[in-house]
Nanobody, 127 residues
Framework: QVQLAESGGGLVQAGGSLRLSCAAS????????TGWFRQAPGKEREFVAA????????EYADSVKGRFTISRDNAKNTIYLQMNSLKPEDTAVYYC????????????????????WGQGTQVTVSS
């Protein structure tokens, strides 16, 4: 079992930047892939980005490619999401997620691909 806690959300103007963090605790001595999803009001939870345990495999949603960067620091058990050039349509609750294993995250864009979830952090982008 891995517990996840997001932080770093807030209110930002369009074109601005935010960096989200996700602190993992619990069974962090085992390898796990991690990702970020988001959910806007009235919409389904959607994939944003994912990173493998080694950091060598990355996956991004088309809507955030070139603007968002996912990274991780396994020594600190922390995952990051750097969000640049933010748009009002990026407004959502952002969730950190993880699943055991060392495999690639290629194509793993479904909520069913992940096991553990954080409580979420609100990101609001004003126009």
């Amino acid at each position: 079992q891995v517990q996840l806690a997001e932080s770093g959300g807030g209110l930002v103007q369009a074109g601005g930047s935010l960096r989200l963090s996700c602190a993992a605790s619990g069974r962090t001595f085992s390898a796990y892939a991690t990702g970020w999803f988001r959910q806007a009001p009235g919409k389904e939870r959607e994939f944003v980005a994912a990173i493998s345990w080694s950091g060598g495999s990355l996956e991004y949603a088309d809507s955030v490619k070139g603007r968002f960067t996912i990274s991780r620091d396994n020594a600190k058990n922390t995952i990051y999401l750097q969000m640049n050039s933010l748009k009002p349509e990026d407004t959502a609750v952002y969730y950190c997620t993880a699943v055991p294993g060392e495999s690639s995250v290629y194509g793993r864009q479904s909520v069913d691909d992940y096991l553990w979830w954080g409580q979420g952090t609100q990101v609001t982008v004003s126009s």
